[in-house]
């Protein structure tokens, strides 16, 4: 064998080497990744909401929202009452997540006043109205991107008069507007008692 097709076989067996070592580590990532366990379920636990509602509305006197869920495969990983804020008004938040991973948020304030209401929703703007659920609702739209990302965009917002004092019921969240509206019709259903 002469020294020309010696280098040209050692040339062409360095490429192969290259393409078979590379092969093998594309078929040890993917064996690696087929085998490793994932969660099916969120790593963030469900917690009683209803319970924390109930027990939140006896501490404060006021009524506090806690819709029942539309059905399987729903369930709220945070709830939390927010007393003596800066703007002076004490709010009950609770947080869902639906069967398709989309997020729900209700945010409840108790007497209210336009410097909350535009804390809350920063950078939406009031476009319309509707009824949902026998509750009419302020339609609120983001003109710029909310923080987590799409978590505003898009907002309803309903007003309660209680004695001298306004509560508002803010809903907000990432799925789309149909199961937002489903959502809304379970609020308002809960909302409708709270607020005879």
Not at 49 to 60: C, E, F, N, P, Q
Not at 85 to 90: F, K, L, M, Q, R
Not at 114 to 127: V, Y
Request: with cysteine; glycine share 8%.
């Amino acid at each position: 064998m002469s020294d020309a097709a010696a280098r040209q076989r050692r040339a062409k067996q360095t490429v192969n080497n290259l393409v078979y070592s590379l092969l093998a580590c594309l078929a040890i990532v993917a064996i690696m990744y087929m085998i490793t366990p994932r969660p099916t379920t969120s790593l963030v636990p469900p917690v009683d909401y209803r319970a924390d509602a109930k027990s939140t509305a006896l501490t404060i006197k006021k009524p506090v929202a806690a819709p029942q869920l539309p059905g399987k495969g729903w369930y709220s990983n945070s709830d939390r009452f927010t007393s003596g804020t800066a703007d002076g008004v004490d709010s009950w938040y609770v947080g869902f997540v639906g069967p398709s991973q989309q997020y729900f948020g209700i945010t409840q304030g108790y007497g209210t006043n336009p410097t909350w209401i535009a804390l809350q929703l920063q950078g939406d703007i009031p476009t319309g109205s509707k009824v949902i659920g026998g509750i009419n609702w302020t339609i609120w739209k983001a003109t710029s991107p909310s923080n987590p990302p799409k978590s505003r965009d898009y907002a309803l917002v309903a007003d309660f008069t209680v004695g001298k004092r306004t509560d508002q019921v803010i809903l907000f969240g990432t799925a789309s507007t149909a199961e937002f509206n489903q959502f809304a019709i379970r609020v308002a259903q809960n909302l409708k008692v709270l607020y005879p």
